[in-house]
């Protein structure tokens, strides 16, 4: 279904072809906006002296209208934080630009097309005029010619928040607002092309509590400044048609309200998020195309990383030509001095941060039609040296650079492959299968985990990440950019082949379904690697032992400070963070697909009984004084002193000490334990459990779980170890029933446990230090307001978790939008 165009065309502006928009053309050089008139998108004059940039505007068309473009703004230097998102290279949203005149003034508008009706003008017009439009700037006219075209000073609107910057810095800051005095549009950064504008500004965000992360960061917290990039892009040529978007085909979407749809049909339409991409013979079951789609690798990225990049983003070629299509996706290096903004190119950005953090990737599509006009993709950098530090802390240092298999470098550029792979995915019309590492590493769209064998007692990395693209991959290009024979519907084709595939028995689970560690579908997970069983859990801790059995200076380069041990030593220690998380879905857990009527999909199920009972053994496992005690001898070696400036990529990293440098192997078990307890005791777990016991008596239920973690873990309490896991399960237990979360139901259930509780530790005789635990433990149980304190997180928080994610992951763009 196609949707109206409305690019204007006016005798004195030459109208370009639209096929020249996008990455793969020639290396144009911008037209001279000095002087622009003829050949350009729209006349573009820089007054360097005052600051102006004038564009001069077609007459009004039948609705008042001087022209519609596609607007997109993006962050040319960037904050360099993690948990501020404002990111060199991140892209902004894609809005429908208009110019109204508005008598002496032109208010420059974002339009709706979300809310839209397909008929006679009228009707149109019903549907728009329910919605509401956003006025960005009311500019000034400079002039008007004799035929209606007028000239503009778009300077105001471009150094307007478009972005929302000020919202991101208030998000960890607060008070932040645009400063107009402190900001201007550059004249000189002005680039015009036949169906492009590129125009920059200057933002500055004033505060006088910026908060400690932009204040460690930028030379002055209480002014930051940005260079924002905007993008006005001629809108698309007819001819692209939109793909109805199929929830087995592992598309994402752009949605849209469609209120002259079909009385019984739904109102709600999506549309797959895709390229145009034409063969030249459309007959032809293979070739070549109007248009290849090329990415570019930014040529920020360092050697060797930049050819690893282009090595694994080049993947998606072998996707392609299965379907049909010969050198239809290629892979470049950015040529030297253009600009990764422009919107010509789709990128591979290459961005630095002050510490670990996402990667991302979307692009500018238009919100009409679902068509991509530009790849865009995010890539930290420091994800990579965390990796390496992952690998160096497995399997030690003795093998770098030997290209060896457990050359932690060469691991690292195995996954960044990888993970080039898996964010250009998005930015071709992608989402997340979680449950691909299920079927064989069937897609580069999961969060991989390294596979880690044991071989001869010692871990083997050589294998750890797989190489090339994945089945599930080849299925979802040819399911979103398969071309039918002539006189086929495009819409039927793709559903037949979804049908296809789901009844091939491939699985597909993305965010909603795989993200969260309380979620109910067993093997949709991330960072996971085999069949999310308790045999997988077994092997990772196993793996998990043989790295603390062989922890120390070894994992450390000569010359490294040995304090560095704390920082290698957190993510072996929770290498089973993942695993335990794939286990817990088993318990409560329910079997179900992304399914249309009349697919043959089963229909779901409740997990077997005696699985759910495994899992929850093995979960139980992970509670063991024997998987959390840290030994004494490691416990002095990780007590190495540090000094220096305050490092936040060391201090984000490691558990809170004893003290200055002294290790907590308490912290570290309390650590551990919340990894198992947040995923088993999960509020829509208990839910899930309980609802199960009820349909079925056979089945898990709430009493048998709580005695199970009883005997199991809270009567074990004989060692300080033991005390520690036992009292953060049992408050875990009591700030699971204080969950807005938690039904009644349930709650009343863990009320009585935690009764049971107290009565049974008021009743311990003796005078040992295990006995008064136990006096303790009961006495603040049997204090609601003591308790409440406890574990609202009052007086005495619980050790927090250093970060897990990313250690290869992303997320984030789709998070948002689909």
Request: net charge negative; aromatic share 8%.
């Amino acid at each position: 279904m196609g949707f109206p165009q409305r690019a204007f065309c006016a005798a004195s502006w030459a109208v370009i072809a639209f096929a020249s928009l996008g990455a793969g053309i020639a290396q144009a050089e911008p037209v001279d906006v000095r002087t622009s008139s003829d050949g350009v998108l729209l006349p573009v004059k820089a007054d360097m002296a005052d600051g102006r940039v004038l564009l001069t505007l077609p007459p009004a068309d039948a609705q008042g209208v001087s022209g519609r473009f596609l607007y997109t703004a993006a962050i040319k230097t960037g904050l360099g934080s993690a948990p501020i998102r404002i990111d060199r290279g991140m892209q902004g949203d894609t809005q429908i630009l208009a110019f109204r005149r508005l008598g002496k003034k032109m208010a420059i508008t974002y339009e709706n097309p979300r809310y839209r009706a397909i008929g006679d003008a009228d009707i149109q017009k019903g549907a728009t005029g329910s919605f509401p439009f956003s006025t960005m700037a009311m500019v000034d006219i400079v002039s008007t010619a004799a035929g209606g075209a007028v000239t503009i000073d778009i300077a105001p609107f471009l150094t307007s928040d478009t972005m929302k910057l000020a919202d991101a810095l208030n998000s960890n800051g607060k008070g932040f607002k645009l400063a107009e005095s402190l900001s201007a549009t550059d004249p000189g950064s002005v680039k015009v092309f036949p169906d492009n504008i590129e125009m920059e500004a200057i933002q500055t965000f004033v505060s006088d509590t910026p908060g400690e992360e932009v204040d460690t960061i930028a030379p002055d917290g209480r002014r930051v400044s940005f260079t924002v990039h905007h993008s006005l892009i001629r809108l698309p040529a007819p001819g692209f048609r939109p793909r109805k978007f199929d929830i087995r085909s592992g598309a994402h979407a752009t949605q849209a309200y469609d209120f002259t749809s079909k009385l019984g049909d739904p109102v709600m339409v999506q549309f797959a998020n895709h390229f145009r991409l034409d063969k030249l013979d459309p007959a032809a079951p293979r070739s070549r195309v109007r248009k290849p789609i090329v990415f570019y690798i930014d040529n920020a990225a360092p050697e060797p990383i930049r050819t690893a990049l282009a090595e694994g983003v080049g993947w998606w070629s072998q996707a392609f030509d299965a379907a049909g299509y010969i050198d239809a996706f290629q892979v470049k290096i950015l040529p030297p001095g253009v600009d990764p903004q422009d919107v010509r190119y789709n990128v591979v950005n290459w961005t630095n941060r002050q510490t670990r953090s996402w990667s991302y990737g979307g692009g500018i599509i238009d919100p009409r039609t679902g068509e991509f006009i530009k790849g865009n993709v995010v890539l930290g950098s420091l994800r990579l040296r965390q990796d390496i530090l992952i690998f160096e802390a497995l399997a030690g240092t003795a093998q770098n650079d030997s290209n060896g298999p457990n050359d932690a470098v060469r691991i690292a550029l195995a996954r960044i492959r990888q993970l080039g792979a898996h964010e250009v995915g998005h930015a071709i019309g992608f989402s997340h299968n979680f449950a691909a590492s299920l079927d064989d590493r069937a897609s580069v769209m999961d969060y991989p985990a390294p596979l880690v064998k044991i071989v001869d007692g010692k871990l083997d990395l050589g294998d750890a990440y797989a190489v090339g693209i994945g089945a599930w991959d080849k299925f979802t290009v040819d399911w979103l950019y398969g071309q039918p024979m002539p006189g086929v519907d495009p819409d039927e084709d793709a559903a037949r082949k979804a049908a296809k595939i789901a009844a091939s028995g491939a699985r597909y689970m993305t965010d909603i379904d795989g993200r969260a560690s309380d979620l109910a579908v067993p093997g949709v997970n991330m960072w996971t690697e085999g069949a999310d069983q308790p045999a997988d859990l077994a092997h990772i801790l196993q793996v998990r032992k043989i790295a603390i059995a062989n922890f120390g200076p070894n994992v450390l380069k000569a010359g490294e400070p040995l304090s560095d041990l704390r920082r290698k030593f957190v993510p072996v220690w929770l290498f089973h963070r993942y695993a335990v998380a794939a286990i817990g879905k088993v318990v409560g857990g329910v079997n179900y697909h992304y399914a249309v009527v009349g697919d043959g999909t089963p229909s779901p199920t409740t997990v077997a009984a005696a699985d759910q009972r495994a899992a929850l053994d093995a979960l139980i496992g992970t509670l063991s004084a024997d998987v959390l005690t840290v030994g004494p001898d490691l416990t002095l070696a990780l007590s190495s002193g540090v000094n220096g400036r305050s490092d936040p990529q060391f201090d984000t990293e490691v558990f809170a000490n004893a003290g200055a440098s002294v290790f907590d192997p308490l912290v570290a078990a309390d650590v551990a334990a919340q990894l198992t307890l947040e995923s088993l005791l999960a509020p829509s777990r208990l839910s899930r459990v309980y609802a199960q016991y009820a349909r079925d008596p056979a089945q898990l239920g709430l009493s048998e779980l709580f005695d199970r973690l009883q005997s199991g873990v809270i009567d074990r309490h004989s060692t300080a170890v033991e005390r520690r896991i036992a009292q953060r399960t049992i408050l875990s237990i009591a700030k699971a029933r204080r969950s807005p979360a938690t039904s009644v139901d349930v709650a009343v259930i863990l009320d009585e446990r935690l009764r049971r509780i107290a009565d049974q530790f008021s009743r311990a005789k003796g005078k040992s230090e295990d006995v008064a635990w136990q006096h303790g433990i009961a006495a603040l149980l049997n204090n609601e307001s003591a308790l409440a304190q406890e574990i609202s997180k009052g007086s005495r928080p619980e050790p927090v978790i250093p970060p897990g994610m990313p250690i290869g992951g992303e997320t984030g763009w789709f998070d948002e939008n689909i």
